[in-house]
């Protein structure tokens, strides 16, 4: 039987469209992918939240969200216009953990726990990449200005997208009392730390995290 044009057309269209047995096989393998890059941090969480499968007992020292707080609800960007939670995701090639100190008027406490973050993170070492830190300030004396570029130069600053108001976790309120936010790679706001907490509860608890996911 002579094949028409039209017909070896449609026999082409039909051979790539790819078979059930095929898409199967792509579903397992994305499937496969991201638990290999993800699931570690998933694991983590729960280890941290539960206890679970935690032989050293350890406990957190920083104050968890519960539930925790997708870091979309802070509404934050970039003085550049860029929406911080354009960072986070199972789609980032290096996603990092955050820490981010969120105040009104950046006085005294404020200022400590600026301080608090950027040595915490330069104590976690070889580990000091893993995390990233950024300020949501409402306001920052004229000292702290003049020091910043010298001081606190890889503290981002955030402010909040025009139009929105911060829908902070339970617990929380920066105009009352500045706070450190522990983001994870996912983009959750999962922990807090105030001036009640030293750098030492909170390098233990950001070491034992990284420990346990091994990513970010």
């Not at 925790?68 to 995701?89: I, K, M, N, W, Y």
Request: with cysteine; aromatic share 6%; glycine share 10%.
């Amino acid at each position: 039987m002579t094949m028409t044009m039209a017909d070896k057309g449609t026999q082409h269209h039909e051979s790539d469209q790819p078979t059930p047995e095929q898409v199967r096989r792509g579903r397992r393998t994305a499937f496969l992918l991201f638990t290999l890059g993800f699931g570690p941090i998933i694991v983590a969480t729960v280890m941290f939240y539960t206890g679970w499968l935690n032989p050293a007992g350890h406990t957190n020292n920083g104050v968890l969200v519960q539930p925790v707080v997708p870091v979309q609800a802070l509404h934050f960007q970039t003085t550049s216009g860029d929406p911080l939670e354009a960072r986070f995701g199972p789609d980032k090639v290096d996603p990092q953990w955050l820490l981010m100190v969120v105040a009104g008027d950046c006085g005294g406490d404020c200022q400590q726990l600026l301080y608090l973050a950027r040595q915490v993170n330069i104590a976690l070492g070889k580990n000091a990449n893993r995390v990233s830190r950024a300020a949501a300030l409402g306001s920052v004396p004229s000292d702290l200005s003049a020091k910043w570029s010298r001081e606190y130069s890889l503290m981002e600053r955030l402010v909040p997208a025009e139009g929105t108001t911060p829908a902070w976790p339970t617990g929380v309120n920066p105009d009352r009392e500045p706070r450190i936010l522990l983001v994870d790679p996912f983009g959750n706001v999962m922990m807090h730390y105030g001036s009640e907490h030293s750098g030492k509860d909170m390098l233990e608890d950001l070491k034992h995290l990284l420990k346990l996911s091994q990513i970010g």
